[in-house]
């Protein structure tokens, strides 16, 4: 069995070296070097080029090397009837939520403002922002939003969430469908965007949405670049309504020199970066996956391509 490695993000020889340790007799290749299409099995991949999934007539099991399949799902010839995976590592989880934590923190803490006094040497004690009277709205209530909802709420902020489907959550209101949406942002001073792209969520957060946000909020997006309209969010920032993002992810990457977004002094701009595929963690529950697809079982965190996570 061999298992074709696509990914230009990521190192395939720590890959490699952790997938020998589960599964010693797996043959890693790593494209573009596939060898003889027939032997390929399984797929290890983000963001493969369109149409190279196909080209495999006995792939048995694609694993996602990431938690999002947006890349998967844009290949109009992706295998659909070959299983297709996410990669839920709970180290991402927790990486992820570390990065939703500190941009809520850093602006209800006032990080920028106390930057800025200190750069002109100003003592000045500014009221201490009320926790629990600020809200933070979540979209996307899956692995991800459930953790950062809970770790917030733990903080003592209140804490309330917005999904596609209902999901119940102790202390965390929530919101669900287009219908919920209008009611679950109204009042949310820290907007966070942690859903999944599909056609349903694509630029979610545009200048209808952003209207509906109280003067003063602050967005913050770790999902993808997909779910902001740039130039609404832009404007909205602009114009004072919005207080300021924290944007880890963009429509376009890695984002141009002269993008707007770069010197904005009320943006955060980081590289993609809220949470980072760890072989070391995550190579146990691929190799994991790997095994049930040889015994024809089902894989952990099977996507459904027609809801399209
Ligand atoms: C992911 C990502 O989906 O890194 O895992 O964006």
Redesign the pocket.
């Known amino acids: 069995m061999a298992l074709l490695f696509i990914s230009e993000n990521d190192d395939p020889s720590v890959w490699k070296a952790e997938l020998a340790k589960a599964i010693p007799e797996l043959e890693v290749r790593v494209w573009p070097e596939c060898g003889d299409a027939d032997d390929i099995e399984y797929a290890l991949a983000w963001n493969p080029p369109p149409g190279l999934l196909a080209s495999f007539p006995n792939l048995r099991f694609i694993q996602a090397l990431?938690?999002?399949i947006d890349p998967f799902l844009t290949d109009p010839k992706l295998p659909k009837s070959v299983p297709l995976a996410r990669?839920v590592d709970p180290d991402?989880v927790r990486q992820m939520s570390e990065f939703v934590v500190h941009a809520v923190l850093r602006f209800h803490r006032q990080s920028t403002l106390y930057a800025d006094h200190q750069k002109k040497r100003l003592w000045r004690q500014e009221a201490i922002p009320d926790t629990s009277g600020a809200t933070v709205g979540i979209m996307g209530l899956g692995m991800l939003g459930a953790d950062a909802a809970a770790k917030l709420e733990a903080i003592g902020f209140r804490v309330r969430g917005w999904s596609l489907r209902p999901h119940e959550m102790q202390n965390i209101e929530n919101f669900h469908g287009r219908g919920g949406f209008e009611d679950f942002i109204s009042g949310v001073q820290f907007l966070v965007c942690l859903l999944p792209l599909n056609e349903s969520t694509a630029d979610i957060i545009n200048k209808d949405t952003l209207a509906l946000l109280p003067q003063g909020a602050y967005v913050i997006n770790a999902a993808r670049g997909g779910h902001v309209v740039e130039d609404d969010l832009l404007g909205a920032i602009n114009s004072g309504h919005i207080a300021g993002a924290a944007l880890d992810?963009f429509r376009t990457e890695p984002l141009p020199a002269d993008h707007p977004f770069w010197p904005h002094p009320n943006i955060h701009v980081t590289p993609?970066i809220a949470?980072?595929?760890n072989p070391i963690t995550a190579a146990r529950l691929v190799a994991e996956n790997i095994q049930r697809a040889a015994a024809g079982q089902p894989p952990d965190n099977l996507v459904d391509i027609r809801r399209g996570y």
């Open positions: 990431g938690m999002g990669l991402m992810v993609h949470a980072l595929t």
